[in-house]
């Protein structure tokens, strides 16, 4: 199965507006077999990218906030996905600060090759979006 490393997420607050650019990266490596797959069958796999607000305690599970995006992985390597979206899609706590993280996931295409990689989270970001 692919696997996952290095998420990132950043947050950068557009001056002026009431939006913010939302960046997250993401590195993919195949093994040989899965390369294989891909050269000699076509096999593709789906990376997608979502936004979390974490929560713990009284507040309840984390909260999915947005999907950024999803791209065809055919090859190793790293992945950037951009969003710009309103601050309030940002907030995910009642009072004070929030704290946001990105959420990567990556499975096959193929229904008969059902590969999926583990998930993966960047660090989570903290800000009064």
């Known amino acids: 199965m692919p696997s996952l490393s290095q998420p990132s997420l950043r947050v950068t607050l557009i001056s002026g507006t009431s939006q913010a650019k939302v960046d997250a990266t993401v590195r993919v490596n195949l093994d040989n077999f899965e390369e294989n797959l891909v050269k000699n069958l076509g096999l593709k796999f ?31 390597g790293v992945y950037t996905f951009n969003r710009i979206v309103s601050r309030d899609s940002l907030d995910e706590d009642w009072v004070g600060n929030d704290e946001v993280y990105a959420r990567f996931s990556c499975q096959s295409t193929t229904p008969g090759f059902p590969l999926a990689a583990s998930p993966v989270r960047s660090a989570a970001i903290s800000g009064d979006f």
Request: charge should be negative; aromatic fraction near 10%.
């Open 46 to 76: 789906k990376l997608g990218c979502r936004v979390w607000g974490e929560d713990s305690g009284f507040n309840g599970a984390d909260d999915s906030l947005f999907s950024i995006s999803s791209k065809t992985v055919t090859a190793d």
